[in-house]
T-cell receptor
Framework: DTGVSQDPRHKITKRGQNVTFRCDPI?????LYWYRQTLGQGPEFLTY????????KSRLLSDRFSAERPKGSFSTLEIQRTEQGDSAMYLC???????????FGDGTRLSIL | AQRVTQPEKLLSVFKGAPVELKCNYS??????LFWYVQYSRQRLQLLLR??SRESIKGFTADLNKGETSFHLKKPFAQEEDSAMYYC???????????FGTGTLLAVQP
């Protein structure tokens, strides 16, 4: 297992376009998390899945953001009508049940022109 | 509100000197506390968690509930310790993490 995998590594797009990112967690992990990290800040929690159920969403996740994990395995994060402020590193993490530590992917760096 | 504070953006020490990276938390209940490290061009990885009470790469961190702190310490810094260090707290239910802003540790030769 290569750990948490995220695709693409970098995404450059024009303001107003839609983008979608993918995360493949560690195979036996049932919990999956999305975070966003901007320059000079630590990662900020966006949303959390347990299996296919999205159990918590941060207030940071505006209506333009949607995340899915349809079969309880990989997850996608879509941003519609991107804005300059969406430029950030989007990190995915997964963990087992209970208080197991989270394992992070390399992230997807989004740049909005 | 739950909060994790790392007051230092940069900590520069010489090789062989002691290191202490500060972390303070504000949480209701009893949080799980972690230290994550990010070496240059690598992904964020777990360094320590408070319930393990272990030493990794010579680093230790003790939870001080009275001072609400979870400082990371190492008695003798090595150049390979140079990295970004993030302190984080997780709640017991979802285990979502709240991170501090990070401290860049630079170990000079």
């Amino acid at each position: 297992d290569t750990g948490v995998s995220q695709d693409p590594r970098h995404k450059i797009t024009k303001r107003g376009q839609n983008v979608t990112f993918r995360c493949d967690p560690i195979s036996e992990h049932n919990r999956l998390y999305w975070y966003r990290q901007t320059l000079g800040q630590g990662p900020e929690f966006l949303t959390y899945f347990q299996n296919e159920a999205q159990l918590e969403k941060s207030r940071l996740l505006s209506d333009r953001f949607s995340a899915e994990r349809p079969k309880g395995s990989f997850s996608t994060l879509e941003i519609q009508r991107t804005e300059q402020g969406d430029s950030a590193m989007y990190l995915c993490a997964s963990s087992g049940a209970g208080a197991q530590p989270q394992h992070f992917g390399d992230g997807t760096r989004l740049s909005i022109l | 509100a739950q909060r994790v504070t790392q007051p230092e953006k940069l900590l520069s020490v010489f090789k062989g000197a002691p290191v202490e990276l500060k972390c303070n938390y504000s949480y209701s209940g009893s949080p799980e506390l972690f230290w994550y490290v990010q070496y240059s061009r690598q992904r964020l990885q777990l360094l320590l968690r408070h319930i393990s009470r272990e030493s990794i790469k010579g680093f230790t961190a003790d939870l001080n509930k009275g001072e609400t702190s979870f400082h990371l310490k190492k008695p003798f810094a090595q150049e390979e310790d140079s990295a970004m260090y993030y302190c984080g707290g997780g709640d017991g239910a979802t285990n979502k993490l709240i991170f501090g802003t990070g401290t860049l540790l630079a170990v000079q030769p």
